[in-house]
């Protein structure tokens, strides 16, 4: 069969090529065409624009590109249905991605599926109308959607989630030392605090700089980036000192060995509880106390990383918008390195969370479930 995916970011990018090996498992003549990233071309198919070139992060930067964005736009839906799939897979990206899906329902007959759902239950609730009226079936990754889309009598999938998939697989074959990994870099042997600002140009600028700050408070640990895909270690340059490493490429390495975290929110936060390093979650806007009022009367949940969400309490600690500072990053970061208060508890909480997600197989199941569901569509098309 035939599958086109659209992803818009990095994250997508993972999970969308760990679903069409998956796919592709199931069902061996399967053939992927899709909007999507480098990991998505080495599971094989056909990129026909990179993720990059969607990812416009803000109003200002949409604004500004806003005629490459139709563009994009535009010759997708054309691209969709000259190629005429067997079905339609978006993930998460819900502005552009909701656009295609209204348009494919309205001009075909093309099957769609949504993989990682919009986080309409944090804002913009109003768009289940649009999911309930364009999206044929939704895969959730997150237990807790189950019970909001069952408030619209809209019935998911939940599959479990991707990450634990990804940080198993890299764990079952992770034999690395400390010490192999410090003198592979060329470091010292300090304890390490991993630093992920972020996948986007504007939230590194935002966030890296006071998370830099805050480690000048700690000259008994080393601070090593995450540098995102795409990214060139140039940008990284502008805000950070001499003493702070980047790595590329390895993540997973880096939260393997790390002694805790700095993270902006997002899936890492997540990816950072499943190898069990205690973080300090970090979101830095301008304009902070305006931010922090409208995040009160705008979002309809208490938390803005995965970890709380899933846990349904405050495990870790969120410093977001006027919370956000270099002074505290330094009192919350003290807590969560070894002898502080708050590293225990929530390295207690990750063992919960874990148990909440389930097992690995998130990938697979995914997959088993679109070709059911793809089934049901068709006799329902045909009877």
Not at 318 to 340: C, H, N, Q, T, Y
């Amino acid at each position: 069969m035939k599958y086109y995916l659209i992803v818009g970011e990095a994250s997508g990018d993972l999970h969308a090529s760990n679903l069409m090996r998956a796919l592709r498992r199931e069902d061996p003549e399967a053939e992927f065409r899709f909007f999507g990233g480098d990991l998505m071309t080495e599971a094989g198919g056909v990129c026909v624009r990179h993720y990059k070139s969607l990812a416009y992060m803000g109003f200002v930067p949409v604004l500004l590109h806003l005629r490459t964005i139709l563009r994009n736009m535009d010759y997708c839906k054309n691209d969709i249905e000259a190629w005429n799939p067997d079905v339609l897979i978006l993930v998460d990206y819900p502005g552009f991605n909701l656009k295609i899906a209204r348009y494919i329902k309205l001009h075909t007959q093309i099957p769609i599926f949504y993989y990682i759902s919009p986080k309409i239950w944090a804002w913009k609730e109003y768009r289940i109308k649009n999911i309930k009226h364009d999206v044929d079936a939704m895969f959730s990754i997150l237990p807790f959607e189950v019970e909001f889309y069952q408030k619209y009598n809209y019935p998911i999938h939940y599959v479990g989630n991707p990450c634990v998939d990804a940080v198993a697989a890299f764990q079952e074959g992770f034999s690395e030392s400390f010490d192999e990994y410090v003198s592979a870099h060329q470091w010292g042997k300090k304890p390490i605090v991993a630093l992920l600002a972020g996948s986007r140009k504007q939230e590194i600028k935002d966030n890296l700089k006071l998370m830099i700050q805050a480690a000048q408070n700690f000259p008994d640990y080393q601070f090593v980036v995450a540098g995102a895909p795409g990214i060139e270690p140039e940008f990284y340059r502008q805000y950070i000192d001499a003493d702070t490493e980047i790595v590329f490429g390895e993540t997973y390495q880096l939260l393997s060995h790390a002694t805790a975290a700095l993270v902006t929110s997002g899936t890492a936060t997540l990816e950072t509880a499943l190898f069990r390093v205690p973080q300090v979650v970090c979101y830095y806007t301008a304009v902070g106390k305006l931010v922090s009022l409208l995040r009160r009367l705008v979002l309809k949940v208490p938390f803005v990383s995965l970890v709380n969400l899933i846990a349904g309490k405050e495990v870790v600690t969120e410093l977001v918008a006027g919370d956000m500072s270099a002074s505290a990053v330094k009192r919350e970061l003290a807590l969560i390195l070894p002898g502080g208060k708050k590293r225990k508890q929530m390295l207690e909480d990750y063992g919960n969370l874990i148990q909440i997600l389930g097992e690995a197989g998130a990938s697979e199941r995914a997959a088993c479930q679109m070709l059911q569901a793809l089934e049901a569509y068709r006799k329902k098309l045909y009877t």
